[in-house]
């Protein structure tokens, strides 16, 4: 297993467009977590799914955002009529349960043009 | 006055130095977790900890629940330990997630 992946890496986009990444976790982890990071700053909470279930949704995530993880597998993140506040970088982590520590993918950098 | 705090916010030392990052946290938590960010974005966690001192390599943390304050030391700084360190804690209340600090900036000079 190679750990956390994240597709793509970078994604450079016109606003309004949509885009769409994706996360494959650690396979034994049934925990999944999006943050996403802006310049300077720590990381912020997204969303949180166990095994296909989202169990846990921030109020960042407005309406054009939204979140799967079909079958607890992989997840993907899509963004609808991307603004260029959503330029940031967007990471994934994947925990095999609460009394273990995370592994986070390399994260996707998005930038809105 | 965000929930978790970290100290400084940027720090340069010159190599062989004893490093302290210090986190202070307003809610009650499940666990402390100190994490490592390279530029270009890839996390990586150092330390999990709910009580007393975990050390790994030159790495030492620990952590005080009472004052609600944890510490992250290096011993014998490199220029290879050059990173932002994130603190960050899960919740009581607020699940596995977690809520960052906004990291401390480290340059370690050769």
């Known amino acids: 297993d190679t750990g956390v992946s994240q597709d793509p890496r970078h994604k450079i986009t016109k606003r309004g467009q949509n885009v769409t990444f994706r996360c494959d976790p650690i396979?034994?982890?049934?925990?999944l977590y999006w943050y996403r990071q802006t310049l300077g700053q720590g990381p912020e909470f997204l969303t949180y799914?166990?095994?296909?279930?989202?169990?846990?949704k921030s109020r960042l995530l407005s309406d054009r955002f939204s979140a799967e993880r079909p079958k607890g597998s992989f997840s993907t993140l899509e963004i609808q009529r991307t603004e260029q506040g959503d330029s940031a970088m967007y990471l994934c982590?994947?925990?095999?349960?609460?009394?273990?520590?995370?592994?986070f993918g390399s994260g996707t950098r998005l930038t809105v043009v | 006055k965000n929930e978790v705090e970290q100290s400084p916010q940027n720090l340069t030392a010159q190599e062989g130095e004893f490093i302290t990052i210090n986190c202070s946290y307003s809610?009650?938590?499940?666990?402390l977790h100190w994490l490592q960010q390279h530029p270009g974005g890839g996390i990586v966690s150092l330390f999990m900890?709910?009580?007393g001192k975990k050390k790994h390599g030159r790495l030492i943390a620990t952590i005080n629940i009472q004052e609600k304050h944890s510490s992250l030391h290096i011993t014998a700084s490199h220029p290879r330990d050059s990173a932002v360190y994130i603190c960050?804690?899960?919740?009581?209340?607020?699940?596995?997630?977690?809520?960052f600090g906004e990291g401390t900036q480290l340059t370690v000079n050769p």
């Open positions: 396979s034994e982890h049934n925990r």
């Open positions: 799914f166990q095994n296909e279930a989202q169990l846990e």
């Open positions: 960050a804690v899960s919740g009581e209340t607020s699940g596995s997630r977690l809520t």
């Open positions: 982590a994947s925990q095999a349960s609460a009394l273990y520590g995370y592994t």
């Open positions: 900890l709910s009580s």
């Open positions: 809610v009650g938590i499940s666990a």
